[in-house]
T-cell receptor
Framework: GENVEQHPSTLSVQEGDSAVIKCTYSDSASNYFPWYKQELGKRPQLIIDIRSNVGEKKDQRIAVTLNKTAKHFSLHITETQPEDSAVYFCAATGGNQFYFGTGTSLTVIP | EAGVAQSPRYKIIEKRQSVAFWCNPISGHATLYWYQQILGQGPKLLIQFQNNGVVDDSQLPKDRFSAERLKGVDSTLKIQPAKLEDSAVYLC??????????FGPGTRLTVL
């Protein structure tokens, strides 16, 4: 089965700085890679996703890059704001099974 | 559009008791997922339905967990009997296409 690793587990940045979270996956058949944001006590919310036929996708301050050869993908948040503080999960799926990473707790310091 | 509904939101039981959770997905979403999220960890897929058929239940502890989606809409997840390690948030999600998932608010289960 798929194995998704996520780093770092915790990340603190100053407001306005950039944050980068990285994930690796093991199954070369995986072709869909979403990122979810989960605030304390709330449900995961999809913030951006990328498919295996695309190398990079951007949505305002958030971008995701995918390197299929190396089997890793990254979330980039620019100009971070305090409301970006949350736990971020990556996931990978090649069809039926969805595998989530272990999460990154991001703290944006005002 | 209405989101994924789950009930109850919180449940406290003693070990060896039984418990059931209910999920109503977004209308028209054929795929439904149940996840277990232990504190500090990512969601772990327990079972995935496509309409009323099981697509994947490889990580479901079948000796104590069961789930059904009889009419291809609502779903229930049952634990019988519960163990201390079952304490977690149980998330239900639905998807229109098997990719983007929409999560419900979850049921927080505490087993004493």
């Amino acid at each position: 089965g798929e194995n998704v690793e996520q780093h770092p587990s915790t990340l603190s940045v100053q407001e306005g700085d950039s944050a980068v979270i990285k994930c690796t996956y093991s199954d070369s058949a995986s072709n869909y890679f979403p990122w979810y944001k989960q605030e304390l006590g709330k449900r995961p919310q999809l913030i951006i996703d990328i498919r295996s036929n695309v190398g990079e996708k951007k949505d305002q301050r958030i971008a995701v890059t995918l390197n299929k050869t190396a089997k890793h993908f990254s979330l980039h948040i620019t100009e971070t704001q305090p409301e970006d503080s949350a736990v971020y999960f990556c996931a990978a799926t090649g069809g039926n099974q969805f595998y989530f990473g272990t999460g990154t707790s991001l703290t944006v310091i005002p | 559009e209405a989101g994924v509904a789950q009930s109850p939101r919180y449940k406290i039981i003693e070990k060896r008791q039984s418990v059931a959770f209910w999920c109503n997905p977004i209308s028209g979403h054929a795929t439904l997922y149940w996840y277990q999220q232990i504190l500090g960890q990512g969601p772990k897929l327990l079972i995935q339905f496509q309409n009323n058929g099981v697509v994947d239940d490889s990580q479901l502890p079948k000796d104590r967990f069961s789930a059904e989606r009889l009419k291809g809409v609502d779903s229930t997840l049952k634990i019988q009997p519960a163990k201390l390690e079952d304490s977690a948030v149980y998330l239900c999600a639905s998807s229109p296409d098997g990719n983007e998932q929409f999560f419900g608010p979850g049921t927080r289960l505490t087993v004493l």
